[in-house]
């Protein structure tokens, strides 16, 4: 079993075995740069979910397969 606690856009947020679960609320409203990365206006659990989940989906985050570095795209 495998388990990160991270945070994310100011929210506390757990990772267990590939599921994400997004504890608290995220402590921003907006942000620019995650506006221009990821095309979120208005921060909530759910815009935090998305992006883990991409993440893991994209570049295998929190599973032992990560990609630790990029030349194309910054991770926030």
Known sequence: MSEHLLEMAGARVRVRDG???VLTE???RSCPLRRDLYGIKIESKETVKRVIEEHMAELGMYGPKRVL???DKPVS
């Open 69 to 71: 570095e990029l030349e």
């Open 26 to 28: 995220p402590a921003i």
């Open 19 to 21: 599921k994400v679960e």
